[in-house]
C-alpha cells in the first residue's frame, strides 16, 4: 500500500517538473524567455516611420520613333552585256514605240508594228543591195515577189542580207552599192505592198545574198525575233551571223520555194504546188550582182 502511494508522489512530481521546464523555455507569448516571477510587464515594440502609402503610377506613353534609315549606298555600276561578236547592231525601227511578233506564222520573218512615218534604220553597217521605190503588189494576182512593196535590202559586214518592207518612201541617195553605217536611215514605215489595207509595220528579214530573181530567199529565212529583243534591250553584239550561214551551207544558196510559192493566177497541176521559175528583176529593183559561191559573200566564208 505505501509502495503505491510513492508511485503516485513520483508521477505528480515528475509531471511538474516537466511543466516548469518548458514554461522557462517557451514564457508567455509577447515575453522572451526566462522572464521570471516578479519581472516587469513585457516591453512593447515601437514602431518608427509613417506607414508607406502604396500608389499605382501611370506608365510613361512611349514615344514614336522613326524607322531606321539603311546606310545610303554608292550609286549602281552598270555592267556592260558581254560582247558576243565583233559587229554592232541597231534596232531597225528608231525613235518610235514598236511591238513585233516572237513566233513563227507561215515564214520565218517578223511584222514591227509602228507609226507610219517612223525611221528604218539600217540595222547594222553594210552596203546596200536592192532598192524598190515602187509599189506594184495587186490583191487579185498576190504576186509573192510584190508582197513587200517598197522595200530595202542590205548586205552587212557580217555577211548577212537584213530586208525592210511595207516602206511608204525610200530615203534620199540610198542606191545598190551605197556604204551605210549603223543606225542609218533607210526609209519610212508605211503599208505598201499586202500591207495595204493593215497597220503600218515594218517586214524586216533575214536571209543571205542571192539574185534578185529568187525572192522567195530574200523574204526571210532565219527567225529574228531573238536578236531583236538583244538589239532593242542593249545587247548590241548578238549577231545572227552564225546562224545564217549555218543554214545557208545546209540549203545551199538558192533553195527551191516551200511557203506561198505561187500568185492567184497560177493554176496547180496534179494538186501539186508549182515551184515558181526565176523571174528577170524589173526596173523598178535596182540590184547589185548576185554572187556565184554558195558558200562565200563578199568575201566573208560560212562559219
Not at 545587247?235 to 543554214?247: A, C, D, G, I, V
Request: charged residues 20%; hydrophobic residues 30%.
Amino acid at each position: 500500500m505505501r509502495s503505491g502511494h510513492i508511485g503516485r508522489w513520483a508521477a505528480v512530481t515528475g509531471a511538474v517538473l516537466l511543466t516548469g521546464a518548458c514554461t522557462q523555455a517557451t514564457g508567455l507569448a509577447g515575453v522572451g524567455a526566462g522572464a521570471g516571477a516578479g519581472a516587469g510587464p513585457p516591453s512593447t515594440v515601437a514602431v518608427s516611420g509613417t506607414p508607406s502609402a502604396t500608389a499605382t503610377m501611370p506608365s510613361p506613353t512611349p514615344q514614336p520613333q522613326a524607322a531606321e534609315q539603311p546606310p545610303k549606298g554608292d550609286d549602281p555600276v552598270n555592267v556592260p552585256p558581254p560582247k558576243l561578236s565583233k559587229y554592232s547592231y541597231a534596232f531597225p525601227v528608231k525613235g518610235c514605240k514598236t511591238t513585233y511578233q516572237r513566233k513563227l506564222l507561215v515564214l520565218p520573218k517578223t511584222t514591227i508594228w509602228a507609226p507610219e512615218g517612223c525611221s528604218f534604220v539600217s540595222p547594222v553597217e553594210g552596203v546596200v543591195d536592192e532598192v524598190n521605190t515602187q509599189d506594184r503588189w495587186q490583191p487579185g494576182t498576190d504576186a509573192g515577189a510584190d508582197r513587200e512593196g517598197r522595200f530595202v535590202t542590205i548586205i552587212g559586214d557580217d555577211g548577212v542580207r537584213y530586208l525592210g518592207g511595207h516602206l511608204d518612201s525610200i530615203a534620199d541617195g540610198v542606191k545598190p552599192g551605197v556604204k551605210v553605217k549603223k543606225g542609218q536611215a533607210l526609209g519610212r514605215v508605211g503599208r505598201s505592198g499586202n500591207a495595204r489595207d493593215t497597220g503600218s509595220n515594218l517586214y524586216f528579214a533575214i536571209s543571205w545574198k542571192t539574185g534578185p530573181a529568187f525572192w522567195w530567199v530574200r523574204r526571210g529565212m532565219v527567225e529574228p525575233w531573238d536578236y531583236l529583243d538583244a538589239w532593242k534591250k542593249g545587247n548590241r553584239t548578238y549577231s545572227p551571223r552564225e546562224e545564217t550561214m549555218k543554214l545557208r551551207g545546209k540549203l545551199g544558196e538558192t533553195p527551191p520555194c516551200a511557203v506561198q510559192c505561187v500568185s492567184r493566177q497560177a493554176t496547180p497541176q496534179s494538186g501539186k504546188t508549182k515551184t515558181p521559175r526565176p523571174r528577170r528583176s524589173s526596173d523598178d529593183v535596182e540590184t547589185l550582182s548576185p554572187t556565184t559561191d554558195p558558200l562565200t559573200d563578199g568575201g566573208v566564208t560560212a562559219g
